[in-house]
């Protein structure tokens, strides 16, 4: 078993190098986008009319609120550029045909009854259609038409028309569309069209549903109008939701003030139309949406009725505690029943039970169903197609030690088809599925692969600014706050603006699009679009920019979102007139700007991975097998980290066997160089190049490579508390899970056994979850149960958080007759030793919540859940790399959605308990994401550097070195000149943030693209208002 | 906060007297929320699974007699505890010790009753026929279509023989060929299983097993959904198995097949009130009210918790033998949901229930009425 997927995946000679993605969520456009960067050509099919999936239905994300929209969105847009990248929409996959390395798909793509080619997106026939519809994208809460584009950011944004309510394609009776459009982009006469394709390699991404309330009437869904499910509140948080993000009630539009929540809907329950598992986000979005709602109002109460409360993603501990100190916000521990409708008010009232105090019942205005996932509708179908198997609760089954693998050499899962998922975790899983393709079709990287073509840069220099002004809608973002045409009218009055105009999404396909043609049909040589933050766009409208003819850095962004109508949403025209502030300011400092040039380097093809665990282990034979280079540093003496002290997981994999067969596989690989004993000196260079020293049996070496990976792991917390180190019947669970193991005395002859959860975390010191200690008390439960099933196992615990499908080990656990207590942070269990009738007993005391009572438990062994630490070399690595740890000794990814296995430095990647606690297989599955996001980098022979770096005057500099030590980046050196010691930048390691520029006393160091003219011109326009 | 030890002995003689699935409970609140204790007074059969789980039962305490049975809490319990199967255990070890609070007290006397007459009022056996006999009823024979088996309140009880009479009229008038075995019937032995007396359950189910099978019974028509539920899920324990129709099912049967025609107005505003036994346990929630429905000239509507989510009346689970403070009735509740949906008339298909409501409609304020009916006695007066 253990390995199985690896070896049939590995290279073979006769593939092709095509990949076909199904599933255009996040996840599956992830996957693409890892693949066709990686040298791969990709067909993205979705059935949906647009890409997106229920990502672009939500508002923001958890832990960070991030827009995720702004997320996704320049995301479409990189796919839909990609010269390897075809993205098929309305089309389905009608049969899968051959084997791994050689299939034969064939593809249906649905009538869209709309001429892909000719459709420009306008809009008119939506106009003019007669039929309206409940718009799926707003969860039917708003009305479309028939024939209507799916959301404003899609791509592709062009009409579609829903054949199940266009009057001409059920009784032939209407065709005003097909007058109404210029462009002859109506065709209502079109027939599904076959096509094959031969890939190499197959990833599915087919999402998942969110579980449906209705057949069952849950809490009332469907009878009760002002019960509503979580996705339905989604849309309407929403600025682009049916009611452009103004909270409201269903019944009468009204503005709830009472909004409760109610958890696990459909999720961890054995009753028939549920699910026995746990749905793994909904208590982190259930909080994002209470502050949300606070944000939106802060009238609002917010009552979430929940379970155990599973915080155990990275940071979610710290999240959960922000919703719950939100004034007027109660979570209360237990689940509920409805008590009735109110008629007059159409209010709902609530019943729920109390530790002490009873049952009562409460009244609120609307009622917020927290949904659970469910598998695909389509999981079956697809599983018939694909010849993959499903697991019992219908999604896909994987192997225990590659949750990417399906049971079909050659066809690999990502996203939420594998079983409930965030997320960064599927973000993890495509980047990770990639990289299996990756190593299948090896031999086929790059053969099929199309370069970007740009039209040639017109030489500006000489001419005189020519600025064309974009003023973003962005939805309602703006639009709503901020007058528009008003700053159009604006802008065009400014000195050099020869072009202004509204967009409603800039960031749109069809947009970005249009800006390009302006630029070109006007011949623009400055570009400045006023909407949202550089953050996310800047890469996207330079590449816009760039299209248009001209040098990207010709181009400046006016933030009159995040800077405007976000922070200034109440007061309408002084937000308007900050907003012609801002234009008028960048468009002075734009006229000012000079074009630059970015550079390209060379990429050194070897890894280094640092760290010989499970994560960096399989990191590297991964990108052994696909033929890149790797050194594999480990510093103890044996590879295997922390998985030497694991034997078993809850899913039952043998972790010791697997452990042996990778280890194994390691070592004999050619292609890795295997160091023990390790420990890094010094690291130098930048992406593609980096240098690193490393010290091993008293040598020290030098390792040329052009990307690293940490996978530097974790450590056991060593307990101070509960008589752990005074009383040797007192262990922590890795030290119960050995003896276990070992079939040690001391626990076959155990009559009784008390774990005790979250020991060393969930505190002001450690506010983080260790994330895997409730999964491994209940495996070591069971175990015991197996062996030992009358020994009296008791598990005292904050909250149960065997989240996904460890839920159906808990509930076996109990079944079992494993006892659980609760307790709560105020009321830790007190560990003693008491003498009794000449006995040394050991007791465990504890009140119990809903017995009101303090419970003894005289035991022979105590099990201390220890938290799971940062590796003490952490702090020592992260200065060495400069890259960050969070305030909790985790390395911190780039980005906590959408970069989870990246770092803000360039060229270095992260995975396994380094970046966070996690299990056996969420450790494999980031192995292979960083692995497939490293290759990313190192498939391209160069890569490029931006060109808003730092320079010198040498003329000017005296050599005093300021900048030198105030560098983080350790970006500026002195060199030798003709005139002595000058200062001098590597582009590379500058990261633009312009501090030597403060320090430098003579002005001799400055920064492109912002330089102190073009700095100046902005604060003059300032002051001009 | 007082300091106990859990006893693993009483969780494991719990487990000996039928308790199987309390260990699963994660404690949410669940049962508490739904259970129709809460809306009278704080009950919470969370803590007695809790109790049971931990080996803390308090075997003499009243609370383990309150529970009614009615279903609702392990029908929605998440984890699939089976609240009623650990209170008919708890009970059973109370019983064992002879352990009866103050208001459970009378069960001793309808257990005494039970064993004697085969009834729990202490009325003779030899008298459990008197009903039928102005009406003609024949004995049951072998060969007939069916066995009618009124149960022990429909036999004595002066308000429910009201109901046998009329269900015999309606057999008579759909010509069905059907008989009674008088003072050879025993109660069913369904409610005082769920007193915890398992050994008198025995006694009387076997009795009537032995009686049903020298008469060559194959098809019982029942008019208690109590009785139903135990010849058709527990009397199989007995490895017999007869055919059982509930007079709700046969009623809608008799008019589907035409043999019963309606032919006359009610004029009436009906409500249909699904008890515990006959809908949460057996799911028979379609065939009553499609009799209703077929009622002429009368308008049928559902009150606020209806089907699954009917509210109890207060009588399974040996209730109805026990004392219930006016202040605690879960059917004056139901009564004023009748009362709220504007019905005149709530019919219901349980002798418990009619005795229940008809109990409460006394209590009714002024200017406030409700008639409780069976089900046979509205089709009787329409056909």
């Not at chain 1, 049971?407 to 594998?418: D, E, H, K, L, T």
């Not at chain 1, 200690?773 to 196992?793: F, H, M, V």
Request: hydrophobic share 35%; proline share 5%.
């Amino acid at each position: 078993m253990a390995l199985a997927g690896l070896i049939a995946n590995s290279p073979k000679k006769d593939t092709l190098g095509d990949v076909l993605v199904v599933g255009g969520g996040m996840s599956g456009i992830q996957a693409s986008l890892d693949l066709a960067d990686a040298g791969f050509r990709v067909y993205l099919v979705d059935k949906s009319p647009a890409v997106g999936g229920k990502m672009a239905q939500l508002d923001k994300t958890f832990p960070t609120n991030d827009c995720s929209m702004c997320n996704l969105s320049p995301k479409f847009i990189e796919c839909s550029r990609h010269p390897n990248i075809d993205i098929l929409s309305n089309t389905e996959v009608v049969r899968v045909e051959g084997e791994a390395g050689n299939f034969r798909v064939t593809l249906n793509k649905k009538p869209r009854y709309v001429i892909e080619d000719k459709c420009t997106g306008c809009t008119s026939c939506v106009e003019y259609c007669p039929v309206q519809i409940p718009d799926p994208y707003n969860q039917n809460l708003s009305l479309t038409k028939a024939v209507h584009i799916h959301f404003s950011q899609a791509v592709p944004l062009i009409t579609y028309i829903d054949p199940a309510t266009c009057l001409y394609l059920q009784d032939e009776k209407c065709n005003i569309c097909v007058g109404v459009c210029k462009h002859g982009a109506i065709d209502l006469h079109q027939k599904p069209e076959k096509r094959e394709l031969e890939v190499g390699a197959v990833v599915l991404a087919p999402g998942f549903e969110t579980f449906d309330p209705l057949p069952r009437n849950d809490y009332g869904y469907g009878r009760i109008k002002n019960v509503i499910t979580s996705l339905d509140f989604e849309r309407i948080i929403s600025s682009t939701g049916p009611t452009e993000g103004e909270i409201t009630r269903p019944s009468d539009g009204k503005h709830p003030t009472r909004i409760a929540w109610i958890q696990c809907v459909g999720s961890r329950q054995v009753i028939p139309g549920g699910n026995s598992y746990c749905s793994s986000i909904c208590c982190a979005y259930t909080q994002k949406q209470v502050i949300l709602a606070k944000d939106h109002d802060e009238a609002i109460d917010a009552t979430v009725f929940h379970n155990d409360i599973r915080a155990f993603g990275k940071d979610f501990e710290r999240f959960y505690q922000r919703a719950e100190r939100l004034p007027g916000v109660r979570f209360i521990r237990s689940y509920v029943a409805i008590g009735r409708e109110i008629p007059e008010s159409r209010n709902v009232t609530i019943r729920y039970a109390t530790d002490s105090d009873g049952v009562k019942e409460e009244e609120f205005d609307l009622v917020v169903l927290s949904v659970g996932m469910t598998p695909p509708k389509d999981a079956r179908d697809l599983a018939n197609k694909f010849g993959i198997e499903l697991d019992s609760r219908g999604f896909c089954k994987t192997d225990p030690v590659n949750p990417i693998a399906t049971s079909r050499p050659g066809i690999f899962v990502s996203g939420a088809f594998q079983g409930p998922a965030d997320i960064p975790e599927s973000v993890v899983s495509a980047s990770g599925a990639a990289a299996l393709c990756g190593q299948l079709l090896a031999q086929q990287r790059g053969r099929l692969a199309r370069e970007r073509e740009y039209p040639a840069e017109r030489d500006v220099a000489e001419e005189e600014a020519k600025v064309g002004v974009f003023v973003c809608h962005c939805g309602a973002n703006i639009g709503r706050v901020v007058n528009v045409p008003s700053v159009v009218e604006f802008a065009s009055t400014l000195p050099n603006v020869v072009h202004a105009q509204e967009s409603l999404f800039a960031c749109s396909t069809d947009n970005a699009q249009q800006i390009s043609d302006v630029v070109r049909e006007k011949g623009l040589n400055r570009v400045v679009i006023a909407a949202c933050s550089p953050k996310t766009l800047e890469p996207l409208f330079r590449d816009t920019v760039r299209e248009g003819g001209i040098n990207q850095y010709y181009f400046d962004m006016a933030n009159i979102r995040e800077h405007c109508s976000w922070v200034h949403s109440k007061e309408k025209d002084d937000a308007t007139v900050k907003a012609k502030d801002i234009v008028r300011m960048s468009v002075a400092r734009t006229t000012l700007l000079k074009p630059l040039e970015e550079i390209s380097l060379p990429v050194n093809k070897a890894v280094l991975i640092i760290g010989g665990g499970l994560a960096g282990m399989t990191s590297a034979l991964n990108m052994a097998e696909q033929g890149f280079e790797v050194f594999l540093l480990e510093k103890t003496k044996d590879l295997g980290g922390m998985a030497r002290r694991l034997h078993y997981t809850l899913e039952g994999v043998d972790v010791q066997a697997h452990l042996a067969d990778l280890t194994g596989k390691v070592y004999r690989h050619p292609a890795i160089h295997v160091t023990t004993g390790a420990t890094i000196k010094e690291v130098a260079g930048y992406v593609g190049n980096f240098t690193t020293k490393v010290a091993a049996e008293g040598r020290l070496k030098e390792i040329r490579h052009g990307a690293a990976i940490i996978a530097t792991g974790a450590e056991e917390h060593k307990p101070d508390e509960y008589l752990y180190g005074q009383d040797d019947r007192v262990l922590t669970l890795l030290e119960l899970e050995g003896r276990i193991t070992r079939k040690e005395e001391a626990v076959t002859g155990a009559q009784s056994m008390v774990m005790i959860q979250c020991v060393g975390c969930r505190t002001a010191e450690r506010n983080y979850c260790s994330r895997v200690c409730c999964s491994q008390a209940i495996k070591n439960a069971l175990k015991l149960k197996e062996t030992q099933p009358d020994t009296e196992i008791t598990i005292i615990y904050r909250d149960m958080r065997t989240y996904g499908f460890r839920e159906d080990y808990y509930r076996e656990a109990a079944k079992q007759g494993v006892r659980f207590i609760r307790y709560e942070p105020n009321g830790k269990p007190l560990v003693e030793t008491v003498n009794e009738g000449g006995r040394n007993i050991l007791r465990v005391t504890v009140a119990d919540p809903i017995l009101g009572q303090k419970l003894a438990l005289d035991t022979d062994l105590v099990a201390l859940a220890a938290a799971v630490v940062p590796s003490s070399s952490s702090l020592a690595l992260s200065k060495l790399f400069k890259v960050p740890l969070n305030a909790d000794g985790f390395f911190q990814e780039a980005h906590v959605k959408l970069k989870p296995v990246d770092f803000g430095a360039d060229g270095v990647y992260l995975c396994g308990t380094a970046h966070y606690p996690k299990h056996f297989a969420e450790t494999i599955s980031q192995a292979y994401g960083a692995a497939g996001r490293a290759i990313n980098l190192l498939s391209k022979d160069s890569i490029t550097a931006t060109g808003a770096v730092c320079d010198v005057n040498e003329d000017a500099c005296v050599a005093c070195g300021a900048c030198i030590s105030c560098c983080s980046y350790d970006a500026i050196d002195f060199r030798e000149t003709a005139r002595g010691k000058k200062a001098v930048v590597n582009p590379i390691l500058c990261k633009g943030d312009g501090l030597c520029n403060a320090k430098c006393p003579t002005k001799a160091i400055y920064l492109n693209h912002y330089t102190d003219d073009e700095i100046d011109s902005q604060i003059d326009a300032a002051l001009a208002g | 906060m007082e300091t106990v030890a859990p006893i693993k002995e009483i969780t494991d003689l719990i487990r000996e007297n039928g308790g199987k699935t309390f260990d699963l409970c994660y404690q949410c609140g669940t049962c508490d929320v739904v259970c129709p204790w809460n809306r009278v007074r704080n009950f919470s059969m969370r803590k007695i699974v809790r109790q049971a789980a931990l080996g803390l039962s308090e075997i003499d305490n009243e609370e383990i007699w309150r529970c009614t049975t009615c279903g609702t809490c392990p029908q929605r319990c998440p984890r699939g505890v089976n609240q009623i199967e650990l209170g008919v255990s708890l009970r059973r070890i109370a019983t064992e010790y002879g352990a009866f609070p103050a208001s459970v007290a009378p069960i001793v006397t309808v257990s005494d009753n039970l064993r004697a007459e085969g009834n729990p009022f202490n009325m003779e056996r030899a008298k459990r026929a008197d009903w039928a006999e102005s009406l003609g009823v024949k004995d049951y024979v072998e060969g007939m279509e069916i066995l009618y088996f009124p149960g022990c309140y429909l036999s004595y009880d002066p308000r429910l023989k009201k109901v046998a009479a009329a269900t015999v009229k309606i057999l008579n008038k759909a010509g069905v060929d059907f008989g009674i075995l008088g003072a050879k019937e025993n109660c069913c032995g369904e409610s005082i299983r769920k007193t915890g007396n398992e050994e008198l359950f025995k006694h009387l189910a076997r009795q009537n097993i032995k009686t049903f099978i020298e008469h060559g019974v194959k098809k019982i028509l029942v008019s208690s959904p109590h009785c139903y539920h135990t010849f058709k899920n527990e009397y199989p324990e007995f490895s017999v198995h007869f055919e059982v129709i509930h007079i709700s099912e046969y009623l809608s049967e008799l008019f589907a097949t035409g043999r019963l025609k309606p032919v006359r107005d009610y004029g009436q505003k009906i409500t249909y009130h699904d008890p515990c036994y006959l809908g949460r346990h057996n799911k028979i929630f379609d065939a009553p009210r499609d009799v209703l429905k077929r009622i002429p000239g009368s308008e049928f509507v559902e009150m606020q918790d209806h089907h699954e989510n009917s509210l109890c009346c207060g009588g399974g689970g040996g209730r109805i033998w026990m004392e219930t403070p006016k202040a605690e009735r879960f059917s004056d509740i139901r009564l004023k949901q009748a009362v709220d949906v504007g019905a005149q008339v709530m019919v219901t298909a349980c002798p418990y229930c009619i005795t229940n409501f008809t109990d409460s409609s006394l209590g009714l304020p002024e200017g406030q009425a409700m008639e409780i009916k069976d089900i046979t006695e509205i089709v009787q007066e329409i056909i």
